[in-house]
């Protein structure tokens, strides 16, 4: 699951680092081995590796011997203020715009695949994580967001509120079973193949006694500076990515995450800042690549097997097929041109 550069918001770790403090663990030591810098948790921009978090994960809770470390450090994470889903609480009028609300900020703030939703006609909204062949550590993050969410649906409905069930492709729990039923306050059932919450429909469209139209507002502003600033960010990158490889900086053999590894981002941010631009990264290496071979052929005497090579391509018959697409005509097409200009 966790072999790209996919990244999390760091304040999901401020919770668990309380939890491992109270217990005396060396917190610094623990984030040293796991290869995150600790100063990291401070800063509420910071996105960390996932395998990173769940190497900590799994360390805190392999030391704390705590079976039920997903749910405990779950709640925390749903009960503090600046958490999103709290902030959701605040300035959505009901709980289809606060779903509505939290995916679209997801999308904006974390790189972590997007949870989507979907209503069905059997009463239920289910949330999709889409996850699969994880770790312990991945099992125990995945159980902290069930576990938030579940404490923000609690909160955004009544005390009262229970979801239908919880589905998560888990291994069942064996003893722990009851614990984790009574800390989730519902039935879990532990035989589907798909990761999900499900909650009754007749909660989505509720009015909410903490809407408040002033911060939903402000909220809204918020959305559209930072889609703003993705969009600056996504033309910067564009072009460093241009200038280098004009520069010889990068390869014209690169592929995606190699050229987001160069930005420091993941590939999956490097996309979505590409996309804002109205660009895709293969489409920005072809453009590329065929620049500098028209720049070749004017140039120099290099064969078409050579330029094709030099500007990236596998082989010449590929070369030839994304020149044409390009320009209108092959690359020989384009060299005798030259020839019978000179």
Known sequence: MNSDNTCISSSVLIPLVSYAEEHGLPIRTIFDDAGIEFSQIKDANSRIELRLVDK????????????????????????????LLQHLLMVCPNLMESIHKQQEYHILFSDEPVPTFESSNTACIKFNFL??????????????GVCAQRFWMSYKCG????????????????????????????????????DAIHF?????????SFYNESLLMLMEK???AMKLMLGSQSTRVANTIRDALKEGRLSYRLG???????????????????????INFKNLLNQERIALANKLLIEGNNSLEDIALEV??????????????????SPAQARNKVLSVS
Request: with cysteine; net charge neutral.
């Open 200 to 208: 009754d429909n007749k909660w989505l469209h509720m009015d909410s």
């Open 159 to 194: 005390r009262t509120f229970t979801p239908n069930f919880i589905e998560l492709s888990m291994p069942h729990p064996g003893d722990q079973a009851l614990l984790l039923e009574q800390a989730l306050g519902c039935s879990v059932v532990f035989d589907s193949s798909n």
């Open 56 to 83: 900590l994960i799994e360390s805190v809770s392999r030391l704390t011997d705590e079976p039920m470390l997903g749910v405990k450090v779950g709640y925390r994470l749903g009960t503090r203020s600046y958490n």
């Open 312 to 329: 990236g391509y596998s082989s010449r018959r590929s070369f030839d097929r994304a020149f044409t697409l390009c320009v209108g005509y």
């Open 131 to 144: 996850n699969t062949d994880y770790h312990v550590g991945s099992k125990i993050r995945m159980l902290i």
């Open 256 to 278: 995606i995450e190699q050229a987001a590894q160069y930005i420091g981002v993941s590939g999956r941010t490097l996309n979505r800042y590409l996309g804002n631009e109205g």
């Open 222 to 224: 918020e959305t559209l």
